[in-house]
Each structure stands twice: as C-alpha cells, then as structure tokens.
C-alpha cells in the first residue's frame, strides 16, 4: 500500500474458457515483458474469469497503445475487456464527509506522503467543519448543505464537482448522509464507504453504547462499494479487532475510528492498484498485495 508502482498493470476480465491465462502470459512473452506479479481466478458460480498482472518491460520505449492494439484480436476470441494502467498512475479522486474528521485527517496523510497514489481533486461536504484541514492541504473545499426538500438538488451540485474535476473515484470517508438511487447508479464501482462493522449488527443511534450494553467482544468495519442497499453494497476490505469488559464506550469508539481509517485505507489502495473485480451479484474479488 505504499510503495510507487514502477510496473505496467494488466488486468482483464471475461466469461471462464480454456486459454484465458495463456493468452495473456504468452502475449506478454512475445513482448518481451517480465511478469512480477500474477494473480488470475475462475469463478465457478458465475462462469467469470479475472486476471491481474504486473510487469516491467524489457526493452526500451515501450508503447502501452501499441501494446493493446496489437493484444486486441487475441482478446476478441474470448470476449475478453482489459485495460492496461503505466507505472506511477495517481487516480483523480473527490473525498466526501461530513463533520467527523478521523478518515478524512488519515487520507490526507497518506496522500501527503505518498502512500496513496490519488490526486485530490476535491474535498465535497454537507457541513463547513472541516474546510481549514482543508485549506491547510490547499485542496478546494465545496460546502453544500443538505435537507430531504434540497437532496435532488444538493446532489446535483457534487455530481457536478464529480464531472468537472474529473474523479475516477468517490470515497466517502464519514459521509452521513444515504446517496439516492439515482447517484449510486451513476457512482457504481467508483465509490467507497466506510462503516462500522459490529457483531450483531447494532443499528440506529448510538451503535457503540449499544454494544457495550451487550458485552460486544469484536469491533470492526467494513469497506464496499456504494449500491441503493444501504450498507450492503460488494465489500472490498474488512477489519477487525477483539475487545473486552474492560472496554467502555468511549473506547470501543476510538477503536472503532482507527479500523475504520485502515481499512478505508486498504480499499482505496486496493482499488487504485486494480486489485477489485466486480463478478455477477455484486460478488467482488480482491487479489491483495
């Protein structure tokens, strides 16, 4: 998650058939492309076939156009879509929040440093709070407050954000508030949320006090992509950890923010390194680094 890719990213993906490995391993072969990194899977439910390659060429001068236009007509054979990603890509990314700062400030550090390779393109809001961390990155900051009689139009306002500044990818790092049907079918599989993840699933107000109520012994979250089920959409990363009696609800809440940025973190990573596929149903395979 936080090293500068210097190598070329092949991925693809089509319906299972004998082939599919060998027709892009060889190819690669005949280019004179040293394979770093491999990771292919047949899903037997579905009949789909994904792979994700790294790889560095041999020679100079490598053309990545060249290269799929001349990998085309082997992909024709297997009704095979594929996309070639050049080393060091930083995806154009628009961060979405509300009032909590927790995943927002840990984004922000590691786009600072270099751990994630996104540009921030913008950060979009429904409150004014955080617009000095902000300013402090000298990144633009959109307020747009929200009430259910403004939706339609406040949403309109961050598609446009969305289109302008040319993000390929929304998080939405504390973003409380639940996106239309419309807007998540515009924004399928190019967004992610953050949410907790407790064991049984407390709902309503005050998630950590009622765990704690309840003796809760694991705290976690969960990272998806966004659909019209709220919460419910394919899952690209989890985390968790085991808590105890000892455990107030202040503490299962400051643990609960520090899962919550890692595995945000992780989904994003994976995401920008090509990592997550989307099968039939909103199954997701996720080759992790």
């Known amino acids: 998650m936080n090293k500068e890719r210097s190598h070329w990213i092949f991925t693809a993906q089509c319906p299972s058939k004998i082939g599919t490995v060998d027709v892009v ?48 007509p082997r992909a024709t054979e297997f009704d095979m879509e594929f996309e070639l990603t050049p080393p060091a890509t930083k995806m154009p990314v628009v961060i979405m929040v509300s009032k909590s700062d927790h995943c927002l400030n840990d984004l922000l550090y590691r786009y600072r440093t270099g751990q994630l390779s996104i540009d921030i393109r913008a950060i979009v809001s429904n409150h004014p709070d955080l617009e000095t961390l902000a300013e402090w990155h000298n990144l633009p900051y959109y307020t747009f407050p929200i009430t259910p009689e403004t939706k339609q139009e406040q949403e309109a306002k961050v598609w446009q954000v969305i289109e302008e500044t040319g993000a390929e990818l929304v998080i939405l790092a504390r973003y409380m508030q639940v996106l239309s049907a419309e807007m998540c079918e515009k924004l399928s599989g190019k967004a992610i949320n953050i949410h907790h993840s407790l064991l049984p699933g407390f709902k309503g107000a005050r998630p950590y006090h009622q765990a704690y109520e309840k003796g809760v012994k694991l705290v976690g979250a969960t990272a998806h992509y966004i659909n019209n089920d709220l919460d419910e959409g394919p899952i690209i990363a989890q985390g968790v950890e085991s808590v105890d009696h000892t455990h107030y609800p202040e503490d299962l809440i400051e643990k609960g923010r520090d899962i919550e940025c890692l595995t945000l973190a992780r989904a994003v990573s994976y995401h920008i390194e090509r990592r997550v596929f989307l099968l039939a149903k909103g199954k997701t395979v996720v080759f992790t680094s």
């Open 25 to 72: 391993t060889r190819f690669l072969r005949e280019e004179n492309c040293y394979i770093t990194e491999l990771n292919s899977f047949d899903d037997r439910d579905s009949q789909g076939f994904v792979i994700r390659v790294e790889f560095r060429p041999e020679m100079d001068g490598f053309d990545g156009d060249a290269f799929l236009k001349r990998f085309a």
